[in-house]
């Protein structure tokens, strides 16, 4: 996966079992505890470009 548009197209694929996550040491606990049931996959984002910050501008 090297795009945004690659991960919404997994994230569509796999409609409602899988998250996108840029680190999700909570949810990776949760998980595990068994506290989120139907989650099947992550789509991991950190490596992909331009989504690793978040800027502000005078529209919000």
């Known amino acids: 996966m090297r795009t945004a548009d690659d991960a919404v197209g997994l994230l569509a694929k796999y409609a409602g079992s899988a998250r996108i996550v840029a680190g999700a040491t909570d949810l990776i606990l949760e998980l595990e505890g068994g506290q989120r049931p139907g ?18 501008d005078e529209q919000g």
């Open 39 to 56: 989650i099947t996959g992550l789509i991991d984002i950190t490596r992909i470009p331009g989504l690793d910050e978040i800027t502000m």
